[in-house]
Nanobody, 115 residues
Framework: QVQLVESGGGLVQPGGSLSLTCAAS????????MGWYRQAPGKQRELVAT???????NYAYSVKGRFTISRDNAKNTVSLQMNRLKPEDTAVYYC?????????WGQGTQVTVSL
């Protein structure tokens, strides 16, 4: 297992940008896949973006072209750059690590997109 801590959330106006970072408690070099999920009030948690140990990325259709996921194996971090934010991006964003089918989650960070 691995402990995950998210940071970088906050309040931003529509059209703005935010960058989220997930710091892992140990090396992520061999973690199969890491990703970001989000959960808006009254909705189920949904996938935002994932990145494999080989660097292959996958995005939800709603964020494709606006969000970019990356990982730094030397720093044991995974980041999510979010551009052209919309009010519907408002949610708690969670970092996830999938290790041989077992998931570890961070505590989440709030992202609010509003005037």
């Amino acid at each position: 297992q691995v402990q995950l801590v998210e940071s970088g959330g906050g309040l931003v106006q529509p059209g703005g940008s935010l960058s989220l970072t997930c710091a892992a408690s140990r090396s992520i070099l061999r973690i199969d896949a890491m990703g970001w999920y989000r959960q808006a009030p009254g909705k189920q948690r949904e996938l935002v973006a994932t990145i494999t140990s080989g660097g292959t990325t996958n995005y939800a259709y709603s964020v494709k072209g606006r969000f970019t996921i990356s990982r730094d194996n030397a720093k044991n971090t995974v980041s999510l750059q979010m551009n052209r934010l919309k009010p519907e991006d408002t949610a708690v964003y969670y970092c996830n690590a999938d290790i041989l089918g077992l998931s570890s989650w961070g505590q989440g960070t709030q992202v609010t997109v509003s005037l």
